[in-house]
């Protein structure tokens, strides 16, 4: 008996979750309270997001092409090595020499091996922790964004859309709207401030 009323008790649940908030929107239409936003299409179409892609980009560049530097110069300081180890070892030293040689050129080549490596890694460090700030930066102007594009609804809540089945006003548009406003501005104070020191 009991298990037959939970049979009918449970899909009465899940029929209010999902419609719950929709009739319950429709019921408070002028007390909305919460939004949604999509953040998928904020981080594909913000203009905000679009510099902060541009500049990860510059600075991965700018590794690599350091990377490759660091290489060349790693291929030529072992090659020189190489040519100094041949120059000894074609002196006709007695053979005894020959192992002493050997590690010596091996020590030397595993040093100039860990110098490149250590100023790959300083330097992927250096561009990584660029990067974390420039999109620390862009999450932060997101936020206040939002936080002003709320304020200005009179929004208490914002849910990301991907989580929300039903229900929400989509303040998405505002936000991008907003934001690309307040770059535009931001550009046009940059360029005043570019002629004013010309």
């Known amino acids: 008996m009991r298990r037959s009323r939970l049979f009918f008790v449970i899909p009465a649940l899940i029929a209010l979750l999902i419609i719950g908030p929709g009739v319950a929107e429709s019921f408070f ?13 904020i981080e594909a179409e913000a203009k905000g997001f679009a510099r902060f892609r541009e500049e990860r980009g510059r600075l991965q560049k700018e590794f690599e092409d350091f990377r490759e530097q660091v290489l060349a110069e790693h291929a030529r300081a072992i090659k020189e090595l190489a040519k100094e ?24 080549a595993e040093e100039l091996a860990s110098e490149a490596q250590e100023k790959l890694d300083r330097k992927q460090k250096e561009i990584q922790k660029l990067i974390e700030e420039k999109e620390k930066a862009a999450r932060n102007e997101l936020e206040a964004i939002v936080k002003k594009v709320a304020e200005k609804k009179r929004v208490k809540t914002i849910l990301l859309k991907q989580h929300v089945i039903n229900g929400g006003r989509d303040l998405t548009d505002d936000i991008l709207k907003e934001w690309n406003k307040q770059l535009a501005k931001q550009e046009k104070e940059e360029a005043k401030q570019v002629k004013e020191k010309k």
Not at 29 to 41: C, F, H, P, Q, T
Not at 93 to 105: A, S, V
């Open 29 to 41: 239409l002028g007390s909305i309270k919460y939004a949604v936003i999509d953040l998928e299409r």
């Open 85 to 108: 180890f041949t120059e000894k070892t074609a002196g006709g030293e007695d053979g005894r020499e020959q192992p002493l040689l050997n590690r010596e050129y091996t020590r030397r």
